[in-house]
């Protein structure tokens, strides 16, 4: 009688576990990363610093990413440039971080 008690418990816990890896956030509705750009490449990719002990973070550009200034205002992207803070919107496509929105921080 206590083993089935025992196992019943067991599958109850187990099924709770089950449950709660599905009711995750949604790891396609994007999330934001605050760093300065290490490298850049104008269409293609952008890797930032983040603060230690995290490594290098890269990001794949989307093809309608969008570059904001600290006023919102749209920038050209070629305004970038290595050494410059900045916050990333990205989202989680496959392995790929995928970057939608990038923000200039000015210190």
Known sequence: MIKSIA??????????????????PDPTAGAECTGTIKEYTPGATLVIDTLAPNAPMQFRLAKAVTYVDTDGKTI???????????RIHYRKIGADNVADRVTLITD
């Open 7 to 24: 196992v019943v418990g067991a599958l109850l816990l187990f099924a709770g576990f089950i449950h709660g890896q599905t009711s995750s």
């Open 76 to 86: 050209e992207a070629p305004g970038l440039s290595t050494n410059q803070k900045v």
